[in-house]
């Protein structure tokens, strides 16, 4: 099951240039499976069209509080009635001002007051108008009612401009929107989070790596963030952007992600998830100068050191903390899942087979077995990998409360 079917989102989009991007916002979540009934301003239809947000959220558009489409006249209280959420995207410096004064003069906004879920509001406007103290009084008054933003990007403006005011990327509202939904079963909990590969230099130019590319991890760190946890991520060379409210170490070879990930252990973190594809082993040495191709040499053979077990380690130190590992098997992945978990001593050992269609690196989704260290043992079916990150949760959260009565 997908995390936003049959979840109901209400969208105020209101009156700035980047009206046209809430299109991209329905389709996303329409796409992703929630309901979403959109209303919008007088002045976001002098920029966008009922009949595009019509077409786009297949259910009729209203604008005006006099001239309602619901049959009792009563738009403002039906239109949020069964929402889970209100998104206010893009929100102007005018409709932020209006719903920090509690003004209700059309629809949007007595809409809004009559709404008594939780709130997301994505700016969009020239930065100057976003960074006025009047906006950011505004602003700071609606966060301290309860109200969740998604701040403004920096760049270049619809204006020619370049500064703060950008709406935040479509995929930034709806993991902020995920994150209020989601119950915050990991509040309290500081979380390791290794991901990505790692590359072991040969020489300046060359490196040993292999073909994980960062996604689970990714999914693993957003769930654990829209649970609530804190989160260090420790991560090698990747090619996303990383998370959001994150803490983040950037790091390359093995032995720097061990030393992160051991200084973060060591700073209270309650539990850790390992995601990472770590080198087993780098170059004994490694060269200065550039190795080069000699024509008497038709074969080159290169000492290797193994680096060091950062989950082993960890789980060597574990004082009730909660340990999780990841192993990718090429066959035998039940066999050779025990025998790991046995090995490095870990709470929850998630694998999978790189040998199933769809599941391993690159991919966005993944068929996964879980092993607990009760012994119990799970298949998951084909999922997204945001699908596994989330239902892993669900059993990293059970461990550490277990954890936490038992200790
Ligand atoms: N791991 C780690 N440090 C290492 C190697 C692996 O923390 N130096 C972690 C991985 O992040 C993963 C788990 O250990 O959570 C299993 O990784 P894997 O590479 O499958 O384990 P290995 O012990 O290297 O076994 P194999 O011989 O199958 O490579």
């Not at 240039?17 to 919008?40: H, K, N, P, S």
């Not at 490196?207 to 990714?218: A, E, P, Q, R």
């Not at 694998?351 to 879980?370: H, P, Q, Y």
């Amino acid at each position: 099951m997908k995390f936003w079917a049959k979840k109901n989102i209400s969208l105020i989009v209101s009156g700035g240039i980047a009206a046209y991007r809430a299109c991209d916002l329905i389709r996303t979540l329409r796409r992703e499976g929630a309901d979403v009934a959109v209303l919008a301003t007088k002045s976001a239809l002098e920029f966008i069209t009922e009949l595009s947000l019509q077409a786009l959220s297949g259910a009729r558009v209203n604008s005006d509080l006099f001239t309602p489409i619901q049959a009792d006249g009563m738009d403002h209280i039906h239109q949020t009635k069964n929402s889970d959420l209100l998104i206010i995207a893009p929100a102007t410096a005018n409709i932020i001002a209006k719903m920090a004064m509690g003004l209700a003069d059309d629809l949007a906004t007595t809409t809004i007051l009559a709404y008594s879920g939780p709130i997301l509001v994505a700016p969009a406007m020239n930065s100057r108008m976003w960074l006025n103290s009047a906006t950011q009084r505004n602003v700071a008054q609606l966060k301290k009612d309860g109200v969740q933003f998604i701040d403004p990007q920096s760049g270049s403006l619809a204006c020619g401009e370049e500064g703060e005011g950008r709406l935040a990327p479509i995929a930034h509202i709806v993991d902020a929107a995920q994150a209020l939904l989601t119950p915050k079963i990991l509040k309290g909990h500081r979380l390791l989070i290794t991901a990505g590969p790692t590359h072991e230099a040969l020489d300046p130019v060359r490196f040993i790596s292999n073909h994980s590319t960062g996604k689970m991890g990714w999914s693993i760190c957003r769930a654990a963030l829209n649970a609530g946890a804190e989160v260090v991520l420790v991560y090698g060379p990747v090619n996303l952007e990383p998370p959001l409210g994150a803490e983040l170490h950037p790091v390359t070879s093995a032995q720097e992600m061990y030393d992160q990930s051991m200084t973060a252990w060591d700073k209270g973190c309650t539990g850790a998830i390992l995601t990472a594809a770590v080198g087993d082993y780098r170059p004994l040495t490694q060269q200065t100068d550039k190795i080069k191709k000699s024509q008497d040499n038709q074969q080159l053979t290169m000492e290797l050191t193994v680096n060091p077990d950062i989950l082993a380690t960890i789980a060597a130190k574990k004082d009730g903390r909660v340990v999780v590992g990841f192993a990718a098997e090429t066959g035998h992945a039940i066999e050779r899942g025990r025998e790991k978990m046995a090995r490095k001593n870990c709470d929850l050992l998630v694998i999978n087979d790189l040998l199933e269609a769809d599941s391993g690196f690159g991919t966005d989704t993944n068929r996964v077995t879980i092993l607990h260290n009760s012994g119990k043992e799970e298949t998951w079916p084909l999922l997204s990998k945001d699908m596994v990150a989330q239902k892993l949760m669900q059993n990293i959260a059970t461990l550490l409360n277990t954890v936490k009565k038992n200790g």
